[in-house]
């Protein structure tokens, strides 16, 4: 299998070389050159398969021989025991019809964890073949940085440095990274903000001398493994509600178009998907494209659901790149031109994507009334993000005979505030696995705003 850059221009790699490569050079992301596909007799016999004999069976074609078979199953296999629930991606049923996957069993709460503990270990197993070494850098709000600490931390040939701005995240989710101790796992907690947080990011990408020849490796969503691992669970989950014999709806809280567009990819491959529904807060690029063929930045808004709170969708150029047949000097123009605008595309094109995509922007208080509502029904708790996609959900379905399942993607406990705001009377419990997480040692370096500051941290603690 050839991995190939969605502007066109980029050499294609194999899964190894895409693993570790993060954006193509040509400044494009990469997609699989041809979907694997799978029959209807083929996905009618997984019914009854554990989680991770359908993920071997999804991503097998997608890596190809670049792992050995035997070790990429071992791996499988051992990532989805991290998961608490027996069923890794449980479903919920709401309703007659209406369905919640619940992601969010794994280490933080959230689904990063199904592609980032899987990512993890690939990473290490790659690298061990090629007697290698890496350094992880990224810059975290919040929920990001623990999946990615999370996932690296028994990584051998990994050393890890998660940058947060200084007391600008919520204690739950600093406990989250700064409580694992692993030798390789770095927390900066930098005096700045976000935004500061990920211009060192970007400054040490483009010029990575300060580390004496170790390459700097991003695991942000639009890494083409963590889509893999995200296909998935929409055949785990259809094929539990009789799929593929039945068509299923999806409706996928958004933020990047990572977790849907991998919805669209199990569709490429045969799953019967009738619709895939974009569910996004306020901050709603995608939602504006889907009703009025403009893709236009606005704005960033802070929201209930923070996870969502994005400009752009980045992985929405893997999107138009099907949207426009594949053609890599088209997305190349397009890009160029969003750049310095609002862009649109051909009509035909526009009406593929209607054809694909439902939207629903939900703005917080609506977010609140949906989480209270469901509440009230089947004393059921959703965390904010989820209650966008349930609420999108029921305004956009297509069919009431037919399934439609709202991926569940954080934890009530990971959104105390919104949770109570919404009129649920205390702080949801964390699960009982974690409930010592305020009794934990934590282990942090707290540095100023300073690029040399950070570099020269990061130059100290990586291992040889
Ligand atoms: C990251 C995240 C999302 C959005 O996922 P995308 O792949 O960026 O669309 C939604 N909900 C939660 C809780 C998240 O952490």
Redesign the pocket.
Known sequence: MKYISTRGQAPALNFEEVLLAGLASDGGLYVPETYPQFSPEEIASWAGLPYSEVAIKVISPFVDGAIEQATLEAIIRDTYTTFRHPAVTPLVQLDSNEWVLELFHGPTL???DVALQLLGRLLDAVLAKRHERVVIMGATSG??GSAAIEGCRRCENIDIFILHPHQRVSEVQRRQMTTVLAPNIHNIAVQGNFDDCQQMVKDSFADQSFLQGKPLVAVN?INWARIMAQVVYYFYAAVQLGGPHRTMQFSV????????FAGYVAKRMGLPVGQLIIATNRNDILHRFMSGNKLEKTELMHTL?P??DIMISS?FERMLFELHDRDGAAIAQLMEDFKNGPVSIESARFAKARDLFASLAVDDEQTCQTIAAVLAESEYLL?P?SAIGVEAARRCRKSKDLPVITLA??HPAKFPDAVRKAGYPQDPPLPLHMQDLFQREERCAVLPKDLKAVQQFMAAHIRP
């Open positions: 959230a689904f990063k929920d990001t969503s809280p958004t933020g990047n178009f990572g977790d849907i659901s996870s969502m992985n965390d993000h993607t954080a």
